[in-house]
């Protein structure tokens, strides 16, 4: 699919009173990461592989818990995807022993087995993001994106910022070109996620969990009413459109 | 189901039947007996009075001259003076001695009766023709064969009323144990039939052909059981087979679409088959998936894990959640109830439930109508409620539709797995609440009244969820 690479602008200013404050420089966050991929099934690790590469990040790949274990202890990694059931140890072990030596690499469990209670457990053994087999590339990439920006998600001086929106964290408010939005709860976590992903398609699973904290599947069409909704408020004759539907994948908030 | 028998019921029993039966047989012999010695009896006695009677009257009637006849009534009238009576009448029969109710008119030469006899008694007698155109009369009172009948009489009527009172009551006695027993089956067999098929019908010590019936029925329900369980494992073991190679075929659609030549063309012919292709497999994983889960849920124990919450606070979400969907479709969806209930579950579980719920209403509601969205509580606990104004659930299919990939008749055009629903039954099977599809009673539409009732807790210092 032919989507590009684009930074997150998480912009940092100093605090106004009622209008969005100027950004003072674009940061470039949006970079290259590290990541180890344990999987012995060799065809989701390419996959895994294939996905991230096409994200421009640098893959490492392992089919041992064991190994994995050495070299996360041995090497910096930005975040790690680990398969449930791996030859040597078990996913899960694997999580543990992580966090038993410190090793605070995010992770994103991946397994077969789909239940609620196995992502309890994969939560609990240490791992940050759980996800069940088989699932979309576009799912994936989101997972470990909020992963990787999970270390610095709240900007020092409380506003986060993509293109033309902006948003106070502190006192949830939202701004489009100055313009302040009438948003409900829900909506302003929303849009502070797609803010926080602005430039990455974004799956509509992953928003699901993440703004609503629930973890069925939900239907397509229940995320796409609410995104609807949202875009109704952000969007205006003489504006482009800021949140593109990805076919297949998932919602993309433009930065331009 | 009532396990009182009731009388109507007993009376179609095999145990009062039979016993109603060879009662009959019983109260003719015994009525057939009680006449032949009746009529035995009175037969004799008559034939000895008339025999009596007959004697004395030809012995009066062959004396020869006036003195002699005399003297003979003198000489009887002594011996007979408690039951027999003698009356002479000349030939134009005015009584010349004896006793006047004896008097003509009456029959020559064979035995008559007469109500009204000498003192008043009734009495059977003979009148001959004697000397001098004079006829003798002689009579027998016959009081003491009359009581006597009438005694047999009632022996009879007693007795065989007394034994049809015997038989009933035998007859009722011996049917209510059986009928308790085929209540206490009947009891079982109907919570079998409605799903609880881990149940098995007691079998008693006796070894009596209701405990072979009992017998007989246990072994059906097993290898009922042992059948659905087989369909059932067979079922997941496609779903759990099918799915690593469908998710290799999916993987590699994935790969395939992130080839620089398909990549750099996302809306050409191939991107779009691949595309197509690829949201068919999903939707067959998906159902996969949510067959498994279902799996999963009915074999696991997590009643540990429930905890207490409000189930408004729960109702509350799904309607923040369902509005924009709800609205999407112009049908309005408010969440109300009463504040401060508890719940004892699975937050989380419950809210899918109820979700799913929610959908379906905003599935099948035409457009323009109202979803309501309650918590209240009654009598039996604490209900959640989902009511739609849609087309609601045939009564026959009720029972139905809660089966894996069961949908109901009329929602071919409204796109579905038909897992939506046994998902909400499964949850609700776990948390032991009970789940009822109903007819709307009020509103213009027929409507479904979706209801889960949950025992209510009292709420107590047990975390909150979330």
Redesign the interface.
Known sequence: ??RKVKPILLDRTAAPADSPPEPQHKGEQGRMAQILVVEDDA??A??IR??LE?EHHRVVHLADGRMALDRLGAERFDAATVDRMLPGIDGLTLVARMRARQITTPVLVIS?L????ERIAGLRAGGDDYL???F??AEMVTRIEVLLRRSRDYPEDGFLRAGPVALDLVKRKAWVDGEALDLVN?EFRLLEFLVRHAGHVVARQVIFEQV??????A?D??IN??I??LRRKLERADRTAMIETI??EGYRLATG | MSETPRLTDLRHTTAFRLTAGLTGVFIVAIFAALWLIYAQTTAQFDQRTDQTIASKARMLAASTTAQRLGAAIAARRDSTSGLEGIAVFDARGRLLIGDRELAPPFPLGRMFERLHGPRGAPVRALALPTIDRMTVVVSRDVTPILDLRARIWAIMWVSGAGAVAVALGAGILLSLGPMRRIRRLEATATRIATGELDLRVAIGRRGDEFDMIAGIINVMVEEIERLLRQVKGATDAIAHDLRTPLSHVRTRLERIALLPALADQPDGEAAMLLAGARDELDAVLARFRALLRMSELEASRRHAQFVAFDPLDMARDLAELYEPLAEERRLTLAATGTTGLAVLGDERLLFEAVGNLVENAIKFSPPGGTIRLSVTEDRDGVAITVTDEGPGIAPAERALVLERFQRGSGTAAIAGSGLGLSLVAVIVALHGFALHLDPATDGPAPGLVARIVAPAITRRTIPEVR
Do not use: I
Request: positive net charge; charged residues 25%.
């Open positions: 699919m032919g065809e989701t390419a996959l294939a996905a096409a077969a789909g239940d609620v209670d069940a087999k088989p979309s590339p829900k609503w904290g629930r973890y069925f599947e239907s069409n229940l009413v609410h609807a909704r076919k297949g």
